[in-house]
């Protein structure tokens, strides 16, 4: 229960939070790319949430853990943060005042990228029960070599990547991309802080290195 009650906080806390970046800039609560963001983030987040809860609450446990133990992944995430949060308010200012507004087509084509990344970070969440919010290696861990993780190393940061730059189009602003492109740069950040500490404190995990060469995209990188 008290888990339930910590998940459910914090999901309240994000809509909370998300709602204020966008509407307050916005001006007005008549945005309706903003209804339609945080219908298709909070919407399948909730669903996720709560069969994590059920079959696996250790795994949810794990994804509200944010304290990060490395300063240079503290860094990340405030990075993170100000991308975000400057993605946001772009955005809605761009509503607000009309600088470049997209066509409809695309921001509901970008609704099927994010949900279709969503689902690949789902079937991530399945495959890896290890899968952490910090970096760490935990008690028993083991390489995950199989799956999405037999194409890249690090497949739930290829579902980051198309799920934040999918928002800005979803939202309706092509200003709001500028912030948010800035992910994929902090992200490779993170993963080669990372991989430096699987090397060291992970069995097996310079193996598989050689065994999966791409880190987030195939033939790319």
């Known amino acids: 229960m008290k888990l339930f009650f910590r998940a459910m906080i914090k999901f309240i806390f994000g809509i909370l939070l998300v709602g204020l970046l966008l509407f ?15 219908g298709v983030l909070f919407t399948p987040m909730f669903f996720v949430g709560f069969i994590m809860m059920i079959k696996n609450p250790k795994l ?9 133990k490395e300063s240079e992944q503290s860094l990340v995430i405030k ?28 921001s509901h084509t970008a609704v099927g990228i994010f949900l279709l990344a969503y689902l690949m970070y789902a079937e991530v969440l399945r495959e890896n029960i290890y899968l952490s919010r910090i970096v760490e290696v935990q008690e028993n861990q083991k390489v995950i070599d199989t799956g999405l993780y ?17 928002i800005p ?35 097996g995990y310079k193996e598989y290195k050689h065994k999966v060469k791409y880190r987030l995209i195939p033939f790319v990188w």
Do not use: C, Q
Not at 156 to 166: G, H, K, P, W
């Open 24 to 38: 307050l800039p916005a001006g007005t609560f008549h945005y309706p790319n903003a209804w339609l963001f945080m």
């Open 79 to 106: 990075l993170s943060g100000f991308m975000f949060s400057a993605g946001f308010v772009l955005a809605a200012l761009d509503f607000r005042f009309s600088w470049l507004p997209l066509p409809k087509v695309i």
């Open 150 to 166: 037999g194409i890249v190393r690090h497949p739930m940061y290829s579902a980051t990547v198309l799920l934040f730059l999918s």
């Open 169 to 203: 189009f979803i939202l309706g602003s092509f200003i709001s991309f500028i912030a948010f492109l800035f992910y994929p740069f902090i992200i490779s950040k993170r993963i080669k802080n990372e991989e430096r500490i699987l090397e060291t404190e992970l069995k």
């Open 60 to 68: 949810l446990e794990k994804r509200l853990n944010v304290r990060e």
